[in-house]
């Protein structure tokens, strides 16, 4: 599993950030992405779970299927439906330093992408303007 991802650039929201992708078979990630705002990296796995989620309805001809009354208090103006279905694990590295670890250990190109430059700023609330600190 060692060196079985290479990190690329990508596109979080509207923010540059870096995605790992598998360069290997016996990689156990289908991807990760660093989420530039939370200093997060989101990891999804191989390995599927079955989980419940609410899904739009549809009528007969694939279209949703909305509602006479209006909007529901959740704002939407279709009809929902809960379904069990096969999703990825995922897994949220927090910590800077074991984000960092992570990409050494599974990453070709650690030592030669800058992915550095994404988790080096943190936006720090204040009262006055954004203040951008190193970590």
Not at 78 to 94: L, N, P, Q, S, W
Not at 98 to 103: K, L, P, S, Y
Not at 106 to 132: H, Q, R
């Amino acid at each position: 599993m060692k060196d079985s991802m290479v990190i690329i650039t990508s596109t979080w929201g509207k923010s540059k950030t870096f995605k790992l992708i598998p360069t290997e078979i016996n990689c156990p990630y289908n991807e990760c992405i660093f989420d530039p705002e939370a200093k997060v990296l989101a990891l999804i796995g191989k390995e599927k779970k079955q989980s419940m989620h609410m899904l739009p309805k549809l009528n007969e001809f694939g279209d949703l299927q909305t509602l006479k009354i209006g909007k529901r208090p959740n704002g939407k103006d279709y009809a929902e439906e809960r379904k069990t279905i096969d999703t990825f694990y995922e897994y949220y590295i927090e910590d800077i330093n074991e984000v960092e670890d992570f990409i050494r250990a599974f990453c070709i190109n650690a030592d030669s992408f800058d992915y550095k430059k994404y988790l080096e700023s943190v936006s720090t609330k204040t009262d006055g303007p954004t203040i951008l600190t190193s970590i």
